[in-house]
């Protein structure tokens, strides 16, 4: 690959590609894209770049913020701080980035967090498009996670693709409709109502970028194991669907900006789903660890298909 | 100010409005562009947007590296561990991104610290120019510092400026030809020299943005006492005294990207002077701290006069 290609930003193969066969080799080690854990200090970073930067339920402001919160979350760690830099366009708005910054204000107070450092350049007009978040964070690891094996339960916390979707709308790229709201938050309660869990937790990952099907690859990938889902039991509003449907993109792809996927032993499987409900309504479990194929698959109507790994670009700005 | 402005980007005086009318009160609080420290972990994170991205004596790599420690290092810490967010252009060459990849390497092996986590984003073929890095670092506190008070020496750990003036440049912006390489490294040695100093060490920064000359008058605001500088002992070689007279720029306003600013009792100066030299053979003692004035003056020749702060577009992206 001689040239940097959109696909590469979207979070399935080519971005895998890229990693192994140009970011690894020349830094000499590969490096986790989520939350890396340093003594007790669990420790994230990501670049927010979305188009448009303000959607229905959002913005690149309250993404920042919840994808840094969720990172850490998702390494069994309740987030202590957060680093803000910003990248600015010349001639863009003051008041823009006045919404943006307040967006993180209160989506960082709602997951009682404190952005205590930051940076901000500026660059020419045309040298940026209007205005990038680089968010770090750090926190204090709480969970331990034991090795998954068959017969674990996959739950996600509520209805998948939201984020994604309303993206694909916002982006003006296609000419549809729908009322889609992002479902963009900071899902800060969850290393709490997992505590009591700990003896039975194997995993856990917030499927943005690639969707909760890419997750569950890299998943099988690391643990040769698979995952069967169960169509039905994956919660996806009908907007959703319709977007989906319309425009041929398997909703397995999309990324949600406010969930977690949870592998846990089958047996306290639906006593979580019971404390996850008054936080997270529509939480699912959705499928199951097993052994007899290394890779993800779906069952639709008793029918069990392998789901293709994400290939392309469908969204290369979506968060 | 309405739209954001270069000068925004600068460090100087229109980046401190910014930050005093937009970004604090829409955050509800300040926020440090140095390092926060949370428990006894320094905290940091910056930007680099550096144009062009390759220069004499490093590229934005080597920057990204040795800006992130120095800052971590300027807090009393110890580097412990980096992240590293990249905004790629579609387009792009592989071979740059892997050359920038080569100098992280490099730099941060050179520093002892590690990049552990990191994020790449695409953007459109002109949605960025080239490519954009974000370092965040961790670090473990070892020093304290004590209030500075008049009397204080100030030190530099080398000749200052250099970067500043080597990305001028090579911005091709000027028709001006000088052999002149970047200062940038990482101070990653200092904490153990400084730390037999601790009772006497007062306030440590990095000159970056806004160089000496704006950090200096940071400390005075910070603290509301004076510096008085010696301009003879401000060590700068002579290329960047000629790029500076050329274009009419206080040196004290150009960026240092590996020297670092300190102030320290005077009866320890001359001894720390000497244990700087092994690892910075240009540390030199330049000024000291005063009463009789709130504020950053220089002596040239016997005559003392204020230093302006920075105003305007000197040099957007060096960093």
């Excluded at 930003?9 to 140009?22: A, D, I, K, S, Y």
């Excluded at 009591?196 to 995993?203: D, E, G, T």
């Excluded at 998943?219 to 319709?242: A, D, K, N, W």
């Amino acid at each position: 690959m001689d040239k940097i290609t959109l696909s590469i930003g979207t979070g399935g193969e080519e971005m895998t590609h890229f990693l192994e066969e140009t970011v690894f080799p020349v830094l000499e080690q590969s490096i986790s894209g989520d939350a890396a854990i340093v003594g007790r200090t669990a420790f994230t970073i990501d670049s927010f770049v979305a188009d448009p930067p303000f959607f229905p339920g959002g913005s690149i402001g309250t993404l920042a913020v919840s994808g840094t919160v969720n990172d850490l979350v998702a390494a069994g760690a309740r987030p202590a701080a957060l680093a803000l830099s910003l990248i600015l366009e010349e001639g863009l708005d003051t008041d823009v980035v006045r919404r943006v910054l307040e967006d993180v204000r209160r989506t960082s107070k709602l997951a009682r967090v404190k952005v205590v450092t930051g940076d901000t350049k500026v660059v020419q007009r045309g040298a940026a498009d209007k205005i990038f978040i680089t968010t770090s964070g750090i926190g204090e690891k709480l969970l331990e996670f034991s090795a998954p094996v068959p017969g674990d339960a996959v739950i996600v916390t509520g209805d998948i693709a939201r984020h994604g979707a309303a993206m694909l709308l916002a982006s003006k790229k296609f000419d549809l409709e729908a009322q889609l709201t992002s479902d963009c938050e900071p899902l800060y309660w969850l290393p709490e109502v997992l505590q009591p869990f700990q003896a039975q937790l194997r995993w856990m990952r917030d499927p943005t970028r690639g969707g909760v099907g890419t997750v569950l690859q890299e998943f099988c990938r690391e643990f040769s194991l698979g995952v069967r889902l169960f169509q039905e039991q994956v919660p996806i509003i009908p907007e959703v669907t319709g977007v989906c449907e319309l425009l041929g993109i398997e909703p397995l792809h999309l990324a949600s900006e406010g969930r977690m996927v949870i592998v846990i032993s089958p047996d306290k499987a639906h006593e979580l789903l019971e404390l996850l409900k008054p936080f997270a309504p529509n939480s699912s479990i959705i499928g199951e660890v097993v052994n007899d194929h290394k890779t993800l698959t779906k069952v639709v109507d008793g029918y069990e298909t392998f789901v293709p790994p994400l290939t392309g670009e469908i969204l290369p700005r979506i968060c």
